[in-house]
């Protein structure tokens, strides 16, 4: 087979321009994926500055909050102290008056005992007094009476 070289020449300048197509497309590949990876580090160094500001923004944010609730809970624990303390006085001037109105009862109580102990004795001592009359009265009734007649019986 005789092949001219006019074919050869036109087979050589096709493979030439399709190698510099595949270069070129592989050239234009590497330059796009270092363009991406350019952009991709410029979005990421963004995104982290961005990140870095909004943690240091929370951080601020979350320590206000923290102070304000510290502030705050301090207040409701003097708060609570001073109630606390409110309800011991009162608690105490209660415990007084009931200690107070205690004793009077029981002074009260007392004294009403002793009277109704005296008052018990002397009903004892006339109620003694009367049983002793009493015994006295039958004795004398059944003097008064005489023995009792017995009959005796013929035999």
Request: aromatic residues 8%; charged residues 30%; negative net charge.
């Amino acid at each position: 087979m005789y092949v001219s070289m006019e074919v050869i020449a036109i087979i050589a300048c096709a493979v030439s321009v399709i190698v510099a197509f595949v270069s070129a497309c592989g050239w234009f590949l590497t330059r796009m994926d270092a363009r991406f990876a350019a952009a991709d580090a410029r979005m990421d160094a963004r995104f982290a500055a961005a990140d870095a500001r909004m943690d240091e923004r929370f951080a601020a944010s979350e320590a206000r909050w923290d102070a304000r609730a510290a502030a705050q809970e301090a207040r409701w624990d003097a708060r609570a102290a001073a109630q606390d303390a409110r309800v011991a006085a009162q608690d105490a001037k209660w415990d007084a008056r009931f200690a107070s109105a205690d004793e009077k009862a029981d002074a009260r109580f007392a004294s009403a005992d002793e009277k109704a102990d005296a008052r018990i004795d002397r009903l004892e001592n006339r109620m003694s007094g009367v049983e002793h009359e009493l015994s006295e009265v039958k004795v004398a009734i059944a003097r008064l009476e005489g023995p009792l007649p017995r009959l005796v019986t013929s035999r």
